[in-house]
């Protein structure tokens, strides 16, 4: 009788737990959804003589989709955590 009430309780605090630790993963989800990304953004155009041109700059991102959405005729060269490479080739007008 003792080992069957001792496997309950133990079965109960084993599945608050669970529920506990997935709520906070929740949570942590939301905290991140909260807050925008910042990206050092480096801008390389190439001109018409066939130099490229560097810029850097920092950009705050609420919606990746927005941000693709402004460079979306820049082609991406590298992307890491916390930076992002785009070129732009030189265009005939």
Known sequence: MLI?????????????TILLSS???AETDNYHARYPAI???ILEKETSNGLVVTEKKY???WAV??????????????QKQDQIILRKPYEKH
């Open 4 to 16: 069957s009430v001792t496997r309950y309780i133990i079965t109960i605090l084993l599945t608050g």
């Open 23 to 25: 709520q906070a993963g």
């Open 39 to 41: 990206y050092e953004v």
């Open 59 to 61: 950009e705050t991102v």
């Open 65 to 78: 989709e927005d941000f693709w959405s402004k460079y979306q005729n820049w082609e991406l060269i590298d």
